[in-house]
């Protein structure tokens, strides 16, 4: 078993975590609350691209899921290393909780004087502040766990309710997500396949990259609908389907003719992923692990060139 370690201080392992993740229902409706900021996002028919690392790539996701589908534009998501930004976009959108992550500088300063760019942040006073033409700071969001769990919610909350969405239904959920029992099962897996529909699709991605960085736990994660191109192989009894928001039809009988368990809750899928949240806290703990400072991880990525 790997040897646990504290954090600054000599916390528990995790602390900042449970904490950070404990406040989501209030920095929800902080940023659903925030229209001159949601004012600076890009209005309804432009053509943009989202772009971002790891948790923030997942989001820009589900952002840009939903801002299509809402018709508000032409809207294409982007792991900022691999961005395509030569499309005649009207916008670009960077979310970056550190404000320091070599690749979305590099991309944005590539930008500079080419198309208009907006940055979604936690940290003020860093380097990505002067790289935009806008920027939306959420310092209430930002974190010390390496983990990240508020900013990526928080800050896809503010990019919902720039589209209209009230999240008043979703603060509720979050609440219950945060009191409600988790099933042993949850706790013990001892693998995890994450599955979304449309804008849930980064939720699930969402979820497994946590469930790996904190726990370092077996996660796949799919559009639900590709779960049975292949993926469903690896069900079994002892393992978890994890489904965000509404399951296709027929998937929750072919999960469990394999045996394995299918969880689902009919809450918001921002909401539910607090669950997973919880569940790969309370497993880092079980292994002696520390999710505010995870193995091989930093709070930011800076490449030395």
Known sequence: MTEARHTAGGSAPGTHMEAELNSQPDTWARAADLRAEQALLPARGERIAVVGCGTSWFMAQSYATLRETAGHGVTDAFAASEAFIDRDYDAIVAITRSGTTTEVLELLDGLRGTTRTIGVLGAPDTPLVDLVDDVIVLPFADEVS????????????????????????????????????????????????????????????????????????????????????????????????????????????????????????????????????????????????????????????????
């Open 146 to 305: 390496v983990v990240q769990t508020r900013f990526a919610t928080t800050a896809l909350a503010l990019l919902r309710a720039s589209l209209g969405e009230s999240l008043d239904a979703a603060i509720v959920d979050a609440a219950y997500a945060l009191s409600a029992d988790l099933d042993e099962l949850l706790l013990t897996a001892d693998q995890y396949s994450f599955l979304g529909t449309g804008w849930t699709v980064g939720i699930a991605h969402e979820a497994a990259l946590k469930m790996r960085e904190a726990s370092q736990s077996w996660t796949e994660s799919y559009p639900a609908k590709e779960y049975r191109h292949g993926p469903i192989a690896i069900a079994a009894p002892g393992r978890v389907t994890w489904m965000f928001g509404a399951a296709p039809d027929g998937l929750y009988d072919d999960v469990a003719a394999t045996g394995a368990h299918f969880e689902h809750r009919a809450i918001d899928a921002m909401a539910d992923l607090i669950r997973a949240q919880r569940v790969a806290l309370e497993r880092a703990r079980s292994f002696g692990l520390d999710p505010d400072a995870p193995r091989n991880l930093t709070r930011s990525v800076i490449l030395d060139s």
